[in-house]
């Protein structure tokens, strides 16, 4: 039986679906069998992200209105093989899936694989009782601004009212800028956690790969020289119940040369 | 010559003591027209009439034009607009479960509300966004940013308590406040001379009515 976790944020743009995408790249490449279910119906960008736009025949509805069997629907990754997509329907709307529909796919496909990923929708409504009803885990994605933290403090009160217990909910930090939160500008990680009272699974910084990534549809944690991949990495393996320090997310922060020389100028100039 | 009150029974429309009564139901228009999105099509509304007894021919006739308005006329009040007081707001507190107290060891989130008649402590956060609505007293043994209403049915002798007070509104029986206590410093918020004052917990000053 795989573990069911799902993806979700309130918010919308805080980067739910990046991160499904390159957790569930991680996880295969951990050797784990992965299924993805994008769950945002009529807004579908899983595929996108994953290049697989092209390969798609069936999607959720055809599961729902009982025309393929889930396993028909899947879509296999060109390069990660034992990783699949449950795409979403763009000309479809997130009504015509209930939760209970979401239920009975997650169960049948759960047998044949270690983890399945639902990526919610923005928006508490419909699309998020879709997302939220089928899984048991949940990781609720913020970004540093209190807009965002508000709106996943809402989420978490909504996760516990579907009988989520705290420990199974945690927090992933995403477009998190270290040389803001040195000035004293952005919240802290530490500032989060306090707020949200949830323990914090993963911080991921704010990186310009990510958007070459989703454009070109190769996750970044599929491109061997980014440098951010190693932190969805510490994500997977903590996912997975290893034990990865925290700090270790700090780590892609740390000052490159070039940095470092600009640095030094700049004193100079100063003194 | 005419006005909006806020009280117990809801919204009440004040017309004073008139002349002509096209300058109210003009004044009227005017009125309703400015408060833009406040009303809803079809809210009740009372109407008061200083000196009824000179005017109660005319009152079909401003009936029909509020309802014209798109508002419907609740109730008719007699008197003059000093009875009216402006501290009887009260929110109707709903589902109350009956007893003194009520625990809650639990962060309130976002969205998420504690209503009760009597009492309220939380062990935890109170945050932003989340509602608070108590009969009585509230204790927060954390960090308070959301909305707290107390006082509701034991009045302004309620208070309101955290160990860091920072709520987004305070209400205690029909005092209202955007007051925040000093950050860090566990304060209590209660009701003195009409209004509700912010003191940290060891400078504490209860007017004492016993």
Redesign the interface.
Known sequence: MGEVIVVTSGKGGVGKTTITANLGCCLAKLGEKVCLIDADIGLKNLDIVLGLENRIIYTLIDVVNGKVSPQEALVRHKIMKNLFLLPASQIATKEMVSPEDMKAIVKELSPNFDYIIIDSPAGIERGFRNAVTPASKALVVTTPELPSISDADRVVGLLENFGFSDERIKVIINRFKPHMVKKGEMLTAEDIRHTLSLEIIAVIPDSEEVIVASNTGVPVSLNGSSKIAKNFENLARRVRGENVPLENDFETFSKGFITTLKDFFSKLKRG | MVDFKMTRDGLVLVVRDYQNLEDVLNAISTRVTQMGDFFARGDRIALMIENHVKHSQDIPRLVAHIRGLGLEVSQILIGSPQEVSEKTMKVEVRNVVEGVGKIVKK?I????TVIHSGDVVIF??L????EILAGGSVVVFGKAFGTIRAGLNEGENAVIAALDLQPTLMQIAGFVSHAKGQEGVPSVAHVKGNRIVIEPFDKLDFERSD
């Open positions: 962060t989130r976002s969205g998420q935890g956060n945050n932003r966004g989340a």
